[in-house]
């Protein structure tokens, strides 16, 4: 189980309530499932949300394979409008 931190970006962040928190997970797909319990909101925003871990962009990995290791930083990165 990694500790980490994950970070809410635009409409995310508004779901969430908070910039960021601390999590307890071991995969992406852990995670999101802990942060959107009892959230809705932030559920119908994670499911059409991008996410980087490290930096580094999931894209269309499966996220029960994207395993998270101590001191991790997730972001949350919904769709954006504009140009």
Known sequence: MARGTIRYWAVAKDAAGV???AFEA???AELITKITVGRDELARVARRSSFLVNG???GRRAHDAIA???G???EVLPPFAGG
Do not use: G, H, I, S
Request: hydrophobic share 55%.
């Open 19 to 21: 910039a960021e928190e």
């Open 26 to 28: 071991a995969t992406l």
């Open 56 to 58: 580094d962009p999931v």
């Open 68 to 70: 998270l290791a101590d």
């Open 72 to 74: 991790a930083t997730v």
